[in-house]
């Protein structure tokens, strides 16, 4: 071990400049940057007899592979999900936008358990006869039942229509039928990298100990295994579209995690629910791999209230800038603060979101400028952030 | 609310649990004078919880839902004086009532003085009174002919006295709540809330002096006392009771009472190792959702076993339940089996108390309780095959209810 340590590069944060009170706790106390090697981020506490930790992997699929990052996290999840019902800890993998996320939480005393289950969920998929068939008909049925859906349809338009480059998370029906042990194993050897692994941890161990540990997990270099190219068939299969009328707009925005976005969303969303239209509104933030899209959607039941829906829509977004109001921005403000903070109230909650956002930024210390950011959103700064978004991209869908 | 009730004294025991995202398994129960100080800067929200004992059983007959509707009445009238950074929640229970406020660092001594002056001091709000009586009413109309609610009602006057006020619906009924008005909601609060018998817990929170000096910290310890329930059993002949109604889920409940004054921890111990050998892996497709409590019943402590399962399936699992728990107390636990069990039982203590509202929750429970929280990881460590055995041994004949359709007749009543 003492050999490894001479290897260590050990940065200590935080990187941040004196972050309030509140703001502290997403702020790392060590990040540990093995060389060749993955990535330990400690947050500084006492979690009170709680271990919480969270490894990430980027993941970026070509068309003719989408839907393979859902695949191997659903089969990472049943590796876990028995031995960790046996000290009671709880687990999960999930796709996200920028990758694989595997977190576990469980008894600070069964910290070297914890760390085996990272090393399970990371390790090379063996599914057992038929596994891989069950999982591949749970994503198609997830597809056909997005298909049904008039809201997941327009948001799948949305994202073809502002992000055509991006492969849905889910797989398209060619690709995730196309998805076998061998191509799910050269997907894994592709993606499942030592020096690409990133480890965000809350626990009273040290980042040392955790790295002795993980010693063993990932694979330690890069295999020469080409992503699979072969073309995506390109065929929505669709049936025909639901009833009523359906409209959405987006704004694109390019930056990775401004916390305007939030905050626009929310007061959207205030002004859509007491709009007083009688129209059924929706609001979102959608987060993609590279970018975010401040979505307003809506539904008409009857054909002729289409053209109402769409100029409620279109306003919505473009005369939000001249409504702003100072105090009402500063009230959403002090709620999505809250609302953030709120999530990260448990280790595994603070892991999580630590880890999401180093994830969108590659900024370990990234939770907490992120805040900081958040308590300068003033209606001025709003007006120019709204200013700064691209045109609205429209997409219908009507019988 | 008349200013007299802020000149009661009390001891408030603070449960000062600090830290970021703390698991709270051990608070420490001191005077607000003696807080004790750790990683408060670090906390991303401060959580303080108080508890006030009184509940749904002190509503009046024919005014069922009052506490409800004055716990949250209360709770809105606070939320609507708060800023953004605060928020208020409320649980009305049968016993007590709990308030959760939930601030950042920055805002909490503000938020923190406003939820104590609304409760036991300010007017209450008649609009936030409407609002709150509005929403009670939807939600009343919705729930009526529920099976779920109907199994629950029933299930707890199975393990209350006859015509207990324990066992009354918490939230009231259409009737009930038609005839409340906010004077009965004040007479409640002037007769039942006090100062000083709540009790508070607090995580994420520094030595502050704000809250060290408020008025409710310099004060003698609660007149009543600790409120512990009495040592059961709550009956000592068990029963059986099957209601049939056509309806597309069966219900059924299976209580146990205890006898004698067990150790607390234990006994959720021993609830916890009924539950997992009730959860078979792969999940039973049969059985829809199953809880196992430890109920403090008006005369003992209960462990409730409640579960929805397919109408087919009831009968099967009434069995199962009276099998585990036999076969428990007849070959008790012991070498890894224990040792497993309790390793298991301490990882979900922990997971669920690092929740701030759930670790609130438990610590103003303890306090009103025992007169002090608990230090749950020893308590847990301390528990040993022979406490476990013990604990199984105190079990009595089981109360059984189940609710649903007749399949062997062919459905009809």
């Given amino acids: 071990m003492r050999a490894l340590l001479g290897l260590i590069l050990l940065v200590t944060a935080p990187l941040a400049a004196r972050p309030q009170a509140s703001e502290a706790a997403f702020t790392p106390d060590t990040v540990l940057q093995m060389p060749g090697g993955l990535r330990i981020v400690v947050l500084r506490s006492d979690p009170g007899g709680v271990a919480a930790l969270r490894l990430s992997i980027p993941f970026v699929e070509t068309a003719a592979e989408a839907g393979a990052g859902r695949m191997l996290a659903a089969l990472a999840e049943r590796r876990m999900a028995g031995v960790a019902r046996q000290v009671g800890a709880r687990v999960s993998a999930s796709r996200t936008p920028w990758g694989l996320a595997y977190s576990v939480e469980g008894a600070e005393a069964d910290l070297d358990y914890l760390a085996y289950l990272l090393r399970l969920a990371t390790a090379q998929p063996r599914p057992e006869n038929g596994i891989v068939e069950l999982i591949r008909a749970e994503l198609i049925l997830d597809l056909e039942r997005q298909d049904e859906s008039p809201g997941d349809r327009l948001l799948a338009d949305l994202r073809r229509a502002t ?121 979102r933030v959608w987060q993609l791999r590279d970018r975010s899209l401040l979505v307003v959607a809506g539904t008409a039941l009857s054909r002729p209230a289409i053209t109402s829906l769409k100029e409620t829509v279109r306003s919505a977004l473009a005369d939000f800038s001249d409504s702003l109001d100072a105090h009402q921005v500063a009230i959403a403000v002090g709620r999505v603060g809250r609302e953030y903070r709120a999530r990260a109230r448990t280790p595994g909650g603070l892991v999580e979101q630590v880890g999401h956002m180093a994830d969108r930024t590659g900024g370990s210390s990234d939770a907490s400028l992120y805040l900081a950011g958040l308590g300068r959103v003033t209606a001025e700064s709003l007006a120019a952030y709204l200013d700064g978004l691209g045109a609205p991209v429209a997409v219908e869908s009507a019988r | 609310m008349s200013s007299h009730h802020l000149s009661v004294e009390r001891v408030v025991l603070l449960a000062s649990l600090i830290g970021v995202c703390v698991s709270p398994l051990s608070g420490q129960t001191i005077t607000y004078d003696a807080v004790s100080v750790d ?72 938020a923190w003085e406003t939820l104590e002056r609304t409760l036991f001091e300010a007017t209450l709000d008649s609009t936030s009174f409407e609002q709150e009586w509005s929403t009670l009413e939807r939600q009343l109309l919705f729930q009526r002919g529920s099976p779920g609610l109907d199994s629950e009602l029933r299930s707890v006057q199975l393990i209350a006295p006859d015509s207990s006020p324990w066992a009354r619906p918490t939230s009231g009924t259409p009737e009930s709540l038609a005839a409340l008005t906010v004077r009965d909601l004040e007479f409640l609060r002037l007769t039942e809330y006090s100062i ?64 004698g004054p067990l150790p607390r921890t234990a006994l959720e111990f021993v609830a916890h190792v009924i539950r997992w050998r009730l959860d078979p892996r792969p999940p039973d497709p049969d059985r829809y959702s199953i809880e196992v409590r430890l109920v403090d019943a008006p005369l003992g402590r209960v462990i409730v076993i409640d579960a929805a399962v397919a109408p087919g399936a009831s009968e099967r699992f009434e069995q199962e339940v009276l099998r585990i728990v036999s076969s428990l107390t007849e070959e008790p636990l012991e070498g890894d089996f224990f040792r497993w069990e309790r390793r298991r039982f301490l990882a979900a203590q922990l997971l669920t108390g690092a929740d701030p509202e759930v670790a609130v929750a438990r610590i103003t429970s303890d306090l009103m309780r025992d007169g002090e929280p608990r230090d749950l990881a020893a308590d847990i460590w301390d528990i040993t095959p022979d406490v476990v055995a013990h604990a199984l041994g105190a079990l009595g004949e089981p109360q059984i209810f189940r609710l649903g359709p007749d399949l062997a007749s062919g459905g009809s009543r």
């Fill in chain 1, 163 to 283: 992000a055509p480059d991006l492969s849905p998370l889910g797989g398209s029906h060619s690709s995730v039928r196309l998805l076998d042990q061998a191509r799910l194993r050269a997907v894994w050897q592709r993606t499942h990298l030592a020096p690409s692994m990133s480890l965000v941890a809350m626990t009273s161990a040290s980042a040392v100990t955790l790295l002795a540990m993980l010693e063993q997990i990932g694979l330690p270099k890069v295999e020469v295994t080409e992503p699979m190219n072969a073309p995506d068939s390109g065929v929505v299969n669709r049936g025909p579209p639901p009833p009523g009328s359906w409209y959405a707009e987006a704004r694109v925005d390019h930056a990775v995690a401004d916390p305007h976005a939030a905050v626009a969303a929310h007061l959207l969303a205030q002004n859509a629910a007491g709009s007083g239209t009688g129209l059924d509104l929706s609001v």
């Fill in chain 2, 196 to 259: 000083g018998t709540s009790v508070v817990a607090a995580v994420g929170l520094d030595d502050d002096p704000v809250l060290r000096d408020h008025p409710s910290g310099r004060t003698t310890p609660p007149p009543d006392g600790p409120t512990s329930p009495p040592d059961g059993p709550a009956w000592t002949v068990g029963s059986r009771l099957s209601v049939t109604e056509e309806i597309t889920s069966s219900w059924v409940s299976v209580a146990y009472p205890l006898r």
């Fill in chain 2, 39 to 110: 990683d408060g800067d670090r906390a991303p929200l401060v959580v303080i919880g108080t508890r006030v004992p009184t509940g749904s059983r002190h509503d009046m007959a024919g005014l069922e839902g009052t506490a409800w509707m004055l716990g949250k009445t209360l709770a809105a009238q606070t939320n609507a004086a708060l800023g953004p950074e605060a928020e208020v929640t409320v649980y009305v229970g049968r016993s007590s009532t709990l308030f959760v406020l939930s601030a950042l660092p920055s805002a909490w001594p503000i």
